[in-house]
């Protein structure tokens, strides 16, 4: 049976299954890339929800697995070299288990490449922006008298989601007829910028049919729809 007593994580979050990779997440759009692409993947896991809401992140538990105190966070019993392997950051999540299957990531260097720049994109500027507008717009950021910062975001989102929609046109996917963990990881972002954070008005996101119809033929997908709830919220 495979030994996960190494990793404080697995002490406050006990394993049932060691021999599964673990997850170790909230359904967040951070945290449903990764879900989604387990979902996908078919891998055998074990998902552990984190609860945000009340800093279970800042445990030295967690903390021991990610410094950076965010999820999510995957230990994979079935490592490299057979070794339990812990890792940090929804995009390296993607890329290593996408490397690790041979799914989901082209094996042609060149298309390789060009997936990867476009999860950059979602992790370097779709996710943080989205973010901020979605503070400013819905939480506590709206009670700022000072509107300017909200307009920053709102305009910058709706610059983003152009690129997107530019990149999607006569496009079933991003990289075309494959779906592959840039989709993935973008997902879960737009589905919340139109959701949660009640943005759709605000960016215009009607503009933008070609993300409208990518995003609606993205959460149709079963293993989408399972994964965007997982781990459950207790």
């Known amino acids: 049976m495979t030994d996960l007593s190494d990793f404080p994580v697995a002490k406050r979050w006990p394993a049932e299954h060691p021999d599964r990779l673990q ?121 700022i008298a000072d509107k300017r910062p909200l307009e920053r975001y709102r305009v910058e989102s709706r610059r983003l989601v152009g690129v997107l929609d530019g990149r999607l046109k006569e496009r079933t996917w991003i990289m075309g007829d494959d779906y592959t963990i840039a989709d993935i990881s973008m997902l879960g972002w737009v589905r919340n910028l139109i959701g949660f954070y009640d943005a759709r008005e605000l960016v215009g996101f009607d503009d933008f049919p070609a993300v409208a119809a990518w995003l609606e033929r993205g959460l149709a997908r079963p293993a989408v729809q399972r994964g965007i709830v997982i781990p459950t919220r207790p």
Request: glycine letters at 10%; a negative charge; hydrophobic letters at 40%.
């Open 23 to 143: 997850l170790y997440s909230a359904p967040t759009p951070n945290g449903v890339k990764v879900s989604i692409v387990l979902e996908e993947l078919g891998l055998p896991y074990e998902a552990h929800y984190v609860d945000i809401g009340k800093d279970e992140t800042w445990t030295p538990e967690f903390l021991s697995l990610n410094p950076n105190g965010k999820i999510p966070s995957v230990i994979d019993p079935d490592g490299q070299g057979g070794k339990p392997l812990a890792l940090f950051e929804s995009g390296a999540i993607l890329l290593y288990l996408a490397e690790k299957t041979g799914k989901f990531l082209p094996a042609d260097p060149a298309l390789r490449y060009e997936t990867i720049q476009w999860v950059f994109f979602q992790m370097a500027a779709i996710g943080p922006i989205f973010g901020q507008l979605g503070f400013f717009h819905k939480f506590a950021g709206r009670e």
